[in-house]
């Protein structure tokens, strides 16, 4: 079975950090891209990452550029997002998806995790 | 913020048809890039209900379909059932955004 289970969530304050992680199964994270998804407390999904599959390409929302740091481990079939400066709208839970082709503009996510909440707050 | 825009909310009856709009623009959807749509049931992730504009993956039920035209797309879901009272969202690529994928801004689906 195809699988993604994120951890590494929890209460950080203002300017704190925290690194997700993503346990991928079933399949080789090493052929494809992934991606970080998040959605703020009762609002919609919003795109904040992906990685190529050997990590050379990355590609961040504007608003965590130069905070947010994703990256891989394929021989651990791993995928992380090292997250520094955070913030109060950094709140949310933090899916990782796999990107279900390699043509990135043509592409869809699935599977999705179950999700990690992070919460940012004093 | 989103720049495919969804209605905030559509409801019918058991058994109507309700469709879901996002709007997008030249840049998205216009620049013929593929669009796709997701499901939410409430308390759980997302879930995949229609790629590449109109294809169901296995599992989905052909009471969902999804189109494509110009600038927008849609959403259809026929016999609405109890089941399908969810949160539901589109997706596709914006080429004025560096790397970056888009999600519309959600459309609650309320079974009356």
């Known amino acids: 079975e195809v699988q993604l289970v994120e951890s590494g969530g929890g209460l950080v304050q203002p300017g704190g950090s925290l690194r997700l992680s993503c346990a991928a199964s079933?399949?080789?994270?090493?052929?494809?891209?992934m991606t970080w998804v998040r959605q703020a407390p009762g609002k919609g999904l919003e795109w904040v990452a992906n990685?190529?599959?050997?990590?050379?390409?990355?590609h961040y929302v504007d608003s965590v550029k130069g905070r947010f740091t994703i990256s891989r481990d394929n021989a651990k079939n791993s995928l992380h997002l090292q997250m520094n400066s955070l913030r109060a709208e950094d709140t949310a839970v933090y899916y990782c998806?796999?990107?279900?082709?390699?043509?990135?503009?043509?592409?869809?996510?699935?599977?999705w995790g179950q999700g990690t909440l992070v919460t940012v707050s004093s | 913020q989103s720049v495919l825009t969804q209605p905030p909310s559509v409801s019918g009856a058991p058994g109507q048809r309700v469709t879901i709009s996002c709007t997008g623009s030249s840049s998205n959807i216009g620049a013929d890039y593929d669009v796709h749509w997701y499901q939410q049931l409430p308390g759980t992730a997302p879930k995949l209900l229609i790629y590449g504009n109109i294809n169901r993956p296995s599992g989905v039920p052909d009471r969902f379909s999804g189109s494509k035209s110009g600038t927008s797309a849609s959403l259809a879901i026929t016999g609405l059932q109890a089941e399908d009272a969810a949160d539901y969202y589109c997706q596709s690529y914006d080429s004025s955004l560096s790397g970056s994928k888009v999600f519309g801004t959600g459309t609650k689906v309320t079974v009356l």
């Open positions: 998806a796999r990107d279900r082709l390699n043509i990135v503009f043509r592409s869809w996510f699935d599977p």
């Open positions: 079933g399949f080789t994270l090493s052929s494809y891209w």
């Open positions: 990685i190529n599959q050997d990590g050379s390409e990355k």
